[in-house]
């Protein structure tokens, strides 16, 4: 089953821009956007932009994958802490298998996710890839 | 005049070898190398088109750009002949990922190899106008060429971006020049998966007539020659046009080093002369003089006469370099997986 267009253009902040949200009294930044801290209750918040690089705190290698990512396996989950202490996961490209660790740095990048078969709408946003330069 | 306030390239890392393409098809590999002068060309993952290269060029373009809040970019204007969509803008999911959304205007650009410089062109005009602040072109490409044919030994995939302005200028454009005829060259009809082309008569009526039709005629109202200039850009569906275009119009090979990114690139179509004047700013000095001229089949050049200001020393180094992103980490891949990212390969629905 592939996303819904809908859900992927509402979710387009975060997806395409990594907007979190940050709560004053806690200053604890959470992405996807809440609207209520789920610790304090505290609804006073600003948008942030998440920072695009990070290091990998754990992951999974996907050998059977869903059909919308069959042709990409084997291909790795990463979540990923970026400079900020936001974690995240996402899909992991440009990257062998064999070669992911655990710390190794990485950077976002605006990718592909997945497609609607041949005819359908294209969804993008965010991916992992090794950071190198 | 108006001019470049941000610049940027984005590139694949995987490359395919012209003996990995040669050996499926029993073409005689040296002999490709040699009559094309392209010993590799760049691929594009199955999670990467056209809208995500110009998404990460356009960023690194921002990056240079000494702070230009994407909210202040009236236009945003993408050059492919590789638009994701039949029906559906490249323009808009760059400029929602940019953040430029929604007081803006954008458009599509096609002219085969030349649709990149024609979004420039264009976003120069605007900012001439004084019709915005702000105007962003982007080439880029991910093309196809047909199996077997010569084509798909060069058919390559990379993006240049450029956010023009008249303030705070990195390179200012003081000439152009656009030279386009009626030219059945190359073409891809509707509903057709590979473009096509005419052989031997992509040549000299085609590519080199109107290379250099462009660039004598900016030469001439520019008032200046070759050796005036300390960098030239040309069109590169290969190794050896460019350089022939080149050196027979009395530039030098040194000039052209610095953009000549086809040997290890391949033919990035409307990235390719973008692309490499974005590898020539990056190793630019002030007061240099850049010629580049476009070529798309169709056909026209689009040629400009760039001249760097003090401000490239700043900001070269707020984006990763176009030749480190040619030249380092690279991912070779074998004929197989090539077709396989390329949907060369029939599946079951």
Redesign the interface.
């Known amino acids: 089953m592939t996303m819904f267009s809908s859900r992927n253009w509402r979710e ?1 902040p975060h997806r ?2 990594l907007e979190a949200t940050k709560f004053t009294k806690s200053g604890k930044t959470y992405f996807p956007k809440r609207m209520v801290d789920p610790v304090t209750g505290d609804t006073e918040q600003e948008m942030v932009t998440l920072p695009e690089t990070g290091k990998v705190i754990t992951y999974t290698i996907i050998q059977i994958a869903p059909p919308q990512w069959g ?2 396996a084997p291909y790795a989950l990463a979540v990923v802490e970026l400079t900020d202490g936001t974690r995240l996961m996402a899909q992991m ?2 990257c062998d298998t064999t070669k992911v660790k655990i710390g190794m740095e990485v950077r976002i ?5 997945q497609a609607e ?2 005819h359908g709408v ?1 969804s ?1 946003g965010y ?1 992992f890839v090794p950071k ?2 | 005049m108006a001019g470049i306030v941000g610049y940027g390239a984005h590139l694949p890392r995987h490359r395919i070898k012209v003996e990995e393409i040669a050996k499926v098809w029993g073409a005689d590999a040296p002999s490709y190398k040699k009559g094309l002068m392209l010993r590799e060309k760049s691929v594009p993952p199955p999670d990467m088109d056209t809208i995500t290269l110009s998404v990460e060029a356009a960023k690194n373009a921002l990056r240079r750009s000494g702070g230009v809040d994407p909210k202040d970019i009236g236009a945003i204007y993408i050059g492919s002949e590789s638009h994701p969509y039949a029906v559906k803008p490249s323009g808009t999911t760059v400029a929602e990922a940019l953040g430029a959304t929604p007081d803006i205007h954008c458009a599509d650009f096609e002219f085969a190899c030349k649709a990149g410089s024609e979004a420039m062109f264009v976003a120069l005009s605007h900012v001439d106008a004084k019709a915005m602040p702000y105007a962003l072109a982007i080439a880029a490409d991910t093309s196809q060429g047909a199996p077997s044919d010569a084509l798909e030994f060069s058919a390559a995939a990379g993006a240049a971006a450029f956010i023009m302005g008249s303030k705070n200028l990195i390179a200012d454009c003081l000439f152009t020049h656009s030279y386009m005829t009626d030219m059945p060259d190359f073409w891809r009809r509707e509903h057709q998966f590979y473009p096509q082309h005419g052989g031997r008569f992509t040549g000299e009526e085609a590519y080199f007539a109107h290379t250099k039709g462009a660039t004598s005629a900016i030469l001439k109202k520019a008032g200046m020659k070759p050796s005036d200039f300390n960098y030239a850009i040309f069109h590169q569906p290969n190794g050896k046009f460019p350089q022939r275009v080149a050196l027979e119009q009395g530039f030098t090979q040194e000039q052209i080093d610095p953009g000549w990114l086809a040997p290890t690139l391949g033919n990035t179509y409307s990235g390719a002369s973008p692309v490499g004047l974005s590898a020539t700013l990056d190793i630019a000095k002030p007061g240099d003089m850049i010629l580049m001229c476009s070529y798309g089949s169709g056909a026209g050049s689009d040629a400009f006469v760039w001249k760097v200001t003090d401000r490239i020393d700043e900001v070269r180094d707020l984006a990763v370099r176009t030749k480190k992103l040619l030249d380092e980490n690279v991912i070779y891949i074998d004929y197989g997986t090539y077709a396989k990212y390329r949907h060369k390969i029939k599946k079951n629905a």
């Open positions: 387009y395409y821009r042709d990409q490209t440009d990048e605006f990718r592909k996710i078969a041949d294209i993008y991916k190198w330069y």
